[in-house]
């Protein structure tokens, strides 16, 4: 009887990580930065990326697996994306926008404590995309 009341609860635990909605008002925010940061949820990277970079990183994020963009634009200057874990679903936060030649990128996980570095890993897929 323990294991099934386990089982249930488990089975529970994933169908909301896999679909608890997602707030635009509270991932969809400001990257307040002015250098890279690691972080242990997370990643900031600031990086130098020309006048079209928002343009064009909205495009490599958008071909990532799993990704779907949840609020903002290219025109908006600001654009947050969800991207989920292929097994559990698990879904990660990142919010890039643009001032000027500068792209700001910030990558954090919506549950847990630790990402084991795979937001940081994203940022840097992105960055290489622009070069």
Known sequence: MMLWI???IVVAMLAYIRLAPSDAN????PVVAEADKDLAGGAIRVIDAGPDGL???DTIARDLPRTTV????VAEGRVTYVTRSQIIGFPDYTT???DGNTIR???????GRRDFGVNGARLRQLARGLD
């Open 96 to 98: 890039v926008e643009q």
């Open 70 to 73: 949840l609020a903002g634009s």
């Open 105 to 111: 990128m910030f990558a954090r996980l919506r549950f």
């Open 6 to 8: 386990l089982a249930i």
């Open 26 to 29: 509270r991932w969809h925010q």
């Open 55 to 57: 343009e064009r990183l």
